[in-house]
């Protein structure tokens, strides 16, 4: 049980696209060796979700035994020096948790230490669809993904996964908690959704936090999502 959390996006272009893409398997033994990470994913990037994914971003999960630990890495850690080295951009959010709920891959390693205070907010969906629901699942993503846009007080949303079609996740930036709850309980698409996935039992594994973002630096599309989230403070 861990109480840092921070979430790294990464963008690539041309031949470093390949490169990453190798990544993805030959990564993982440096980053089971990284100090003080506790747990951690791999993932692929895009916009919403979609079956179409984004082959040049990809994202890093972490959580972390203390913030040292979480700075060692990203200060100097090889693995993390090489990312860098080769990505056209690289974004990463420090955060910790208000509130968590479910499982990832059988644990929940996220430890709520901090309360809401008002300010920005970054929510972490993920589920493991069952097979036989699917069909359902991806029937509501196409008005979902259409409602997001110009969604206020949503200033950063990435689809992010481990694979394809059956284990998805979403991340997501808000102004405020109330803009947050707003679209999850008040917009018609996302509330039917919800509804559904509760009572036909949509998923095998899910999992649901909130986080009070710390603290970011890079950029992610030539912005810098938790500045443009503050500002509106």
Known sequence: MCSLTSLTLMRFTGAARIWMMTQMAFARPALRRIPGLRFWKLLGVGDGFSLRPDLGAYGLLAVWASSECADAFFDGAPVMRRFRRHADEVWTVRMVVIQSRGAWSGINPFRPVASP?????????????????????????????????????????VGIGEAPVARQATFSLWRSDADMRAFAYRQPAHAEAIRCARNESWYAEDLFVRFKPLSAEGTWRSDEPLARARDAE
Do not use: E, K, M, Q
Request: glycine share 10%.
């Open 117 to 157: 205070d008002g300010g920005p907010l970054c929510v972490l969906t993920r589920a493991t669809i069952r097979w036989r629901r699917l069909a359902a699942f991806w029937s509501h993503v196409p008005d979902i993904n259409r409602t997001l846009v110009g969604v206020p007080g949503l200033v950063l949303s």
